[in-house]
């Protein structure tokens, strides 16, 4: 099998946020489901363009220890909805004006993932990632920050990105990614942590929990030397555009620490007791990635809590990820949409038992 094409970690490695004594079987048994998932699987599930998971929360279950059981059986619960890779229908993709006509449309995902793959066999996949398309956040950096050094998912990140069309990233000239990495990573856990309601049980939202979910990623790009401070600096701008416009489309939600900290958890743990159980759930990836950026955001804030600006003090962090898994462990809804709307709220599910 071709490099590009080929999956497999290693027990060894040092993904962005883990836990240690990760397994050899599990290692095993997540490269073999990363690498049939790879294989098989179109990236939109629908022609509405969801986008497969299976990915996602393979790598995020792995990096937080999960056994070759839960991992055999997250792939299991969401593959049956997947789409087939289909057939190749292009044979013409390295004509430049043929490439043009076919992005953005999803039929060709197969022929963008060979193509590419050829690509990256031909050069590296830092320079084909620099030589074309701004990429898919989430799905390029859990491939980055775990490591997968044989670039199949490179190849497959690459194709959701020609077939979805993303847009290139602006210009940006200043240079302060460091301090911004962890700006926005505490920035963006208020709206999402603390837009919580008195006499509502606790929920995160839906759009905004994808904002805390990508934030693990600026991390890791900040330690990629084969992308340029100009490039990060681009990267963390879209990010913090994205992140205000998110927040502003869902009306704005008050920010409410005090319900935050007022929380009791359903069981008390630390952070393994967390993982321990969010290992086991039955989702699509969403609930793992969360409570794992969180624990990633009480690590690398810990040096400012001193600071004003950083609202997110020491504990809460744990706090936040206890109101995680408890309310998806509550069952349905798993989440809220537009935290900022009375209508998210008026499900009599969503109201406190008090």
Same mark, same amino acid.
């Given at each position: 099998m071709a490099m590009a094409s080929k999956i497999q970690l290693y027990a060894t490695q040092q993904p962005e946020y883990y836990r240690h004594g990760i397994e050899q079987a599990a290692t095993d048994k997540a490269s073999a489901l990363l690498q049939r998932n790879h294989d098989r699987h179109h990236i939109f599930f629908n022609r509405d363009g969801f986008h497969d998971h299976i990915a996602h929360h393979v790598l995020t279950l792995w990096a937080l220890r999960a056994d070759?059981?839960?991992?055999? +059986?997250?792939?299991?619960?969401? /593959?049956?909805?997947?789409?087939?890779?289909? &057939?190749? /229908?292009a044979t013409d993709m390295h004509s430049v004006e043929k490439f043009k006509s076919y992005?953005? &449309? #999803? *039929?060709?995902? +197969?022929?963008?993932? !060979?193509?590419?793959?050829?690509e990256m066999e031909k050069t590296s996949m %830092? #320079? !084909? !990632?620099?030589?074309?398309? /701004?990429? %898919? =956040? =989430?799905?390029?950096?859990? @491939? @980055? &920050?775990?490591?997968? #050094? %044989? %670039?199949?998912?490179?190849? @497959? $990140?690459?194709? *959701?990105?020609?077939? /979805?069309? $993303?847009? @290139?990233l602006l210009r940006a000239d200043d240079n302060k990614f460091p301090d911004g990495n962890r700006n926005i990573r505490k920035s963006f856990a208020n709206p999402n942590d603390l837009k919580q309601r008195n006499g509502h049980v606790r929920k995160y939202d839906f759009y905004y929990m994808h904002c805390v979910n990508c934030s693990i990623f600026l991390s890791t790009l900040l330690k990629l030397d084969w992308i340029t401070d100009a490039n990060k600096v681009r990267l963390l701008n879209w990010k913090v555009w994205n992140d205000l416009a998110m927040y502003a489309s869902r009306k704005s939600p008050e920010i409410r620490m005090d319900l935050v900290r007022q929380y009791k958890p359903k069981e008390s743990s630390g952070w393994d007791g967390i993982f321990d159980r969010v290992t086991g759930l039955e989702d699509d990836g969403h609930a793992s990635k969360l409570v794992r950026a969180l624990a990633h955001g009480q690590q690398i804030c810990g040096a400012y809590e001193d600071r004003e600006e950083f609202r997110v003090k020491h504990d809460d962090w744990l706090l936040m990820g206890h109101m995680a898994i408890d309310s998806v462990e509550a069952g349905e809804p798993h989440w809220i949409r537009s935290a900022g709307f009375d209508e998210a709220w008026e499900s009599p599910a969503l109201r406190a038992q008090l």
């Open positions: 070759s059981s839960d991992l055999q +059986h997250a792939y299991d619960i969401n /593959a049956g909805y997947q789409r087939t890779l289909g &057939k190749l /229908a992005l953005g &449309k #999803e *039929q060709y995902y +197969h022929d963008f993932m !060979v193509f590419f793959q050829d %830092p #320079e !084909v !990632v620099n030589n074309t398309y /701004a990429h %898919p =956040t =989430t799905l390029l950096q859990h @491939r @980055r &920050k775990d490591c997968l #050094e %044989p %670039p199949g998912l490179s190849t @497959r $990140v690459k194709t *959701q990105n020609s077939a /979805a069309l $993303v847009p @290139r």
